[in-house]
């Protein structure tokens, strides 16, 4: 195997290099740990959430790593998202296609233990974050796979893409959950956040969607999507 370094804080995978602190979220280098090790302390439990859709987290939680998800569509397995640690004994999977590229985890090793398509939007594939990760495809705008309805909402990053199959719909980290309410994701552009937003609504309103999934949570849509709508029609000076 390759050299390979995971950031505990953050779950980023460093392919083939050693840098002094982690190019996501900065940690130093004693945080780091070797891929083999992480594989070691860590393992990815999956959780049935919906029909046909499980997530996918590390136990113990490997820093803030986002949750993955993995879809029997009709006929491929699809991860939406990547677990951050290599777990050789999960079910084999097709295709892992990313929603952005902030949490890309252990995809090339997943890649090649799997023989999987790793795919991801074209505008977010050339990110310096992403640079060391083979992408079997760059993907942009709006498309249908297996029955899986990928949409670029740009936004929070200019590839962003959230996923429907059936009537679940898989938003990563657009949005954070508050008690009682809900705050765009800031770690992107306001105004492009906002309006990619306004994508996601009508989206989400074109579908009949009944289960939400998020980077750390599964929320049902109408309680969800109240919040939702809060948040996008405000003022944004509120
Ligand atoms: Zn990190
Ligand atoms: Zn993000």
Redesign the pocket.
């Known amino acids: 195997m390759s050299e390979q370094y995971v950031c505990t804080v953050c779950g980023y995978n460093m392919i083939e290099h050693y840098p002094l602190n982690c190019p996501f979220c900065g940690a130093p280098q004693d945080k780091f740990i070797t891929a083999e090790e992480c594989s070691e302390k860590y393992r990815v439990e999956g959780k049935n959430v919906a029909p046909g859709v499980t997530q996918l987290r590390s136990q113990p939680r490997l820093g803030y790593e986002?949750a993955a998800y993995r879809v029997e569509a009709e006929s491929k397995t699809f991860w939406i998202d990547c677990p951050s640690c290599f777990d050789a004994s999960l079910e084999a999977v097709d295709v892992i296609t990313f929603?952005?590229h902030?949490?890309l985890g252990a995809s090339n090793m997943y890649r090649s233990h799997f023989d999987a398509k790793v795919q991801i939007n074209g505008r977010d594939s050339s990110n310096k974050l992403a640079r060391r990760f083979p992408f079997d495809n760059k993907f942009s705008g709006n498309f249908t796979e297996a029955g899986l309805e990928a949409f670029h909402v740009d936004g929070?990053?200019q590839g962003f893409t959230i996923y429907v199959f059936k009537n679940v719909l898989f938003i990563?980290?657009?949005v954070f959950l508050k008690p009682g309410s809900m705050v765009f994701?800031p770690?992107?552009p306001p105004g492009e956040t906002r309006e990619g937003a306004r994508t996601i609504k009508k989206i989400a309103e074109s579908r009949n969607i009944s289960i939400v999934c998020g980077?750390n949570y599964v929320e049902n849509y109408p309680k969800w999507q109240e919040k939702f709508a809060i948040l996008v029609d405000k003022s944004p000076d509120l």
């Open positions: 986002h929603t952005h902030h949490f929070h990053t990563c980290d657009y994701n770690y992107g980077y």
